[in-house]
């Protein structure tokens, strides 16, 4: 087998370079700020930015809005986020999750996303361990698979870091959602891998050679800082913590990745509240000199 032969200099490609809107919190309920869709868009292309992940909550005034938003500024629509949690405790019932995961499928295809990122849910309540939750997933997710390709979209699965086990994400190893993967064997299915949930796993790269790269989807970028005070909305800017970004988006080049880098940073103490020019720049600023 050859290996790529890929040039990796210069080693930021912008053309693949994605803003994820709860950066600048629009993944909350209530906005942080008063910038409509269009002046982020704009935004995002000025400072240079190729593409950008929106969240459902995005799509509140209207699609037809945001899609014009997108194509005015020259941008690419990297994904949505994101399917409901299928399992666990902060999961609906059955019938209800069934439904809004196809909503959100839907969702994804009609603002032109290739994916839609699926956080799968904490262990099913009443269960322990995780094989159970594991079966009742791989079955959710084959027929949700079913309908995304229909849509003509992917479901991205992100394995989440351990301390969402119970909560959040009972996947929480790249090797187990790639294994979760193959098990399904669905084209519609591929892999998000973020440096908040995979930056500890020293079997990264090993677990990662089990995956197809044109698989991974998009590699989410911030940083973990070493004094985090919320688990879940305290992540760090490329640069201020301890992860080692660099090794981690080499693993991933050198496999071939070929997807989207897209910075996603919840920082309800810190990024959140400064003014989103700032927030863009300094994504941008660190992008090109820590990652
Ligand atoms: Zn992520």
Redesign the pocket.
Known sequence: MTRSTKDFSPRHCLDRFSFNTATIGNNQEQPLHDWEIAQLTDACAEKGFSAITLWRNDLRGGVRKVVDAVNAAGLKVSGLCRSPFLIGPLASDRELTDQEFRASIENAASIGAPSL?VCVGGVITGTKGMSYSFSVLEEQLSTAAEFASEMGIRLAL?PLHPMYAGSRSCIVTTQDAISLIAKIDHHALSL?I?V??VWWDQKLAQSITGIAPEKIEAF?LCDWLPDTRDMLLDRGMMGDGVADIRNLRNILYEHGFCGYEEV?IFSSRNWWQQDPNTVLETCVDRFLSCC
């Open positions: 990122t992100e998000a973020d908040y949930h989410h996603e």
